[in-house]
DNA sequence: GTAGCCCTTGACGCCGACGTCAAGGCAAGA
DNA sequence: TCTTGCCTTGACGTCGGCGTCAAGGGCTAC
């Protein structure tokens, strides 16, 4: 029924370094065999394979101990406990906070993108008039 | 007309600590005083703007770099240069990755919570059939 | 016995953009 | 002269989530 931590690590798509340091954050403990080996069962990979999804979703190790302890309480899923449904609402409002910011950014490059393109543009154009056009800057980009 | 790296710093918002930083960087070198203190000029704090607005976009350092060329090489603005265009270009394309995958971890949190709320709220219900509401589950939670 | 694989702990490395502290120098005002 | 305030370089600390290496122990197969 038991396995080792290579297996465990293995099975969960992780690494043994991974768990020592979720064991030495406190999140994954271990029982240890006669000789000294760490052991783990079913309820382990459950508990580890919860922790992954959230380090997927960008949860920090420490919103994922919520989910872990509910679990261990016995619940079927480590989302049952509300402690785990506040952490949820929060990295929603999170989540949603750091979009509008990251669209707020992107417009503001893109205007600015866009800007700096139409200066080019007028640049270009006017030299047409004089003498012929004239290279107007070719520090480093369009080459190749 | 010249300053010292600490006038540069508090009319720029930021710290000697920085500018120290972009110089070992090579991203804004100092000419040195008699005395050996750095000196800089209005067109030193132009160049500071222009990394610290960009810096505030979330450009990395490097990415900055082009724009700093660009002015030093005497254009009008930062963005006057192919190569920064370039840069707009590609942080575009890396915002909106971001913000698309973000996207998608906000829908599958939002229905993890939707999920776990309906759970909660069968349980609930259940519950009231038999003997009485019965609490379910108050691990840390909603308290207060 | 010995090769080979897995396990153990300990400890330093990484990354980016600085913060913070230490020890000492220069200039100006009281 | 002494204090005050700004400046200098150098170097270590921070944060998260591990990667990577070192030195050694356990167990199995041959």
């Given at each position: 029924?038991?396995?080792?931590?290579?297996?465990?690590?293995a099975?969960?798509g992780?690494?043994t370094?991974?768990l020592?340091?979720?064991?030495a954050?406190?999140?994954?403990p271990?029982?240890?065999?006669?000789?000294?080996?760490?052991?783990?069962?079913?309820?382990d990979?459950?508990l580890?394979r919860?922790?992954?999804?959230?380090?997927?979703?960008?949860f920090?190790l420490?919103?994922?101990?919520?989910?872990?302890?509910?679990l261990?309480?016995?619940?079927?899923?480590?989302d049952?406990?509300?402690?785990?449904l506040?952490?949820?609402?929060r990295k929603?409002g999170?989540?949603?906070?750091l979009i509008?910011?990251l669209?707020?950014?992107?417009?503001q490059?893109?205007?600015?993108?866009?800007r700096?393109e139409?200066a080019?543009?007028?640049?270009?154009a006017?030299?047409?008039?004089?003498?012929?056009p004239?290279?107007?800057?070719e520090?480093?980009?369009d080459?190749?």
């Open positions: 029924m038991g396995m080792r931590i290579g297996e465990l690590a099975r969960a992780t690494t370094r991974t020592r340091y979720y064991e954050r406190g999140l994954l271990a029982r240890r065999g006669h000789n000294g080996y760490r052991t783990y069962d079913e309820d990979l459950k580890l919860q922790i992954r999804t959230l380090q997927d979703f960008g920090d420490e919103e994922t101990r919520p989910f872990v302890e509910c261990r309480a016995g619940h079927p899923e480590g049952s406990c509300p402690a785990s506040a952490v949820y609402r929603l999170e989540l949603d906070a509008g910011e669209q707020a950014v992107r417009a490059v893109g205007q600015q993108l866009e700096a139409r080019r543009a007028e640049l270009a006017d030299a047409e008039v004089p003498g012929g004239e290279p107007v800057c520090l480093g980009g080459h190749r």
